[in-house]
């Protein structure tokens, strides 16, 4: 059985950004549900921080992930958010 890659990604935004960052976020969503490989890819955003926001993703594998990585729209998502983000923390999980 192969294992499913998880991601939790925490996105920080800079302090009078959270809107901003936010609508940027939402706009990944569609690209990257309909890329091969992609199981899951929700974004949440924290109940008493709203500057934190956290997507749960899962993978089929490392090299998937690294072609989302790759994307054009996380590239203009990484340009259109320069400044905006205080903070940025990728972790690969593993349920047990």
């Known amino acids: 059985m192969t294992k499913i890659l998880t991601i939790v990604a925490r996105v920080e935004a ?8 936010k609508a940027e976020l939402l706009k990944l969503i569609e690209p990257t549900l309909k890329e091969k490989g992609c199981i899951q890819y929700d974004l ?15 993978w089929e594998s490392e090299a998937l992930l690294q072609d989302h ?28």
Request: charged share 20%.
């Open 44 to 58: 949440h955003q924290d109940n008493e921080n709203s500057n934190l926001f956290f997507f749960y993703e899962q």
């Open 14 to 21: 800079q302090e009078g950004k959270v809107e901003f960052v």
């Open 69 to 96: 990585l790759n994307t054009s729209h996380i590239a203009e998502y990484i340009k259109a958010v320069d400044g905006a983000i205080a903070s940025f923390v990728l972790n690969r999980i593993t349920k047990l």
